[in-house]
């Protein structure tokens, strides 16, 4: 699947040449204003915007300014005959991640495109949060967490929880989990781990599609959905 782009520029050629040039790699939606943008926005779902600044019913500054309200997160990239300093920094300020002056160079533009939007799939991966029976398992503030009620984790039991995750429906050794998450295999740290297991079974006890599976002289196999 091909990544949106919403492109809004009034200049009829530049905006032709331009999405002749992107069409290929990318799905580029075009508006010849921004109010047309900033409806189109609203009623899609896009990846980056690519926005000129002196348009007619709504200036660039003041669709981006409409954009970041709705989404503070969607790469913005301005690309304007208006060079000096001062609209730069106003861009910016405003919550821009990036200003091409025109003439632009469409091998840039690309350039720049392809780096916000692999910024913004690995800050995606870095912030989805994974689905355990009836919770969503957030590892980095110990939470497993629903509708209706928040489970606290201690910090062990998230990351013996999230070691399960990584290595669902595989048989782990347990040595290997102790290691990973004690760097120790000693009796006393084995106990540990039993007491941390315990726990974690306690809590999914009435959610059949969640279980770990104790495999004598072996080790554990995890099962969630």
Request: aromatic share 12%; hydrophobic share 40%; charged share 30%.
């Amino acid at each position: 699947m091909k990544y949106r782009i919403l492109y809004a520029e009034d200049d009829e050629t530049i905006a032709f040449l331009t999405q002749d040039s992107l069409q290929p790699n990318y799905e580029v939606v075009h508006c010849a204003d921004g109010k047309s943008a900033l409806e189109m926005f609203k009623s899609d779902s896009f990846d980056i915007c690519l926005f000129d600044i002196m348009m007619p019913k709504l200036d660039g500054f003041e669709l981006a300014q409409e954009i970041r309200a709705l989404n503070s997160e969607i790469p913005i990239i301005f690309i304007s005959a208006k060079t000096l300093k001062e609209d730069r920094i106003k861009g910016l300020k405003i919550g821009a991640d990036d200003y091409l002056v025109k003439p632009f160079s469409i091998e840039e533009l690309i350039l720049k495109i392809e780096i916000f939007l692999k910024r913004t799939q690995k800050n995606n991966s870095e912030s989805y949060l994974p689905k355990v029976g009836k919770y969503v398992f957030d590892s980095k503030n110990y939470k497993l967490s629903n509708l209706s009620e928040t489970i606290m984790l201690t910090q062990r039991e998230s990351e013996l929880l999230k070691y399960f995750i990584d290595h669902k429906n595989t048989v782990v050794k347990r040595e290997e989990i102790l290691k990973a998450l004690w760097g120790d295999d000693d009796y006393f740290m084995g106990r540990s781990l039993d007491v941390f297991i315990s726990r974690l079974r306690k809590i999914f006890s009435d959610d059949d599609s969640v279980s770990i599976e104790n495999l004598h002289g072996i080790g554990f196999r995890f099962y969630g959905t």
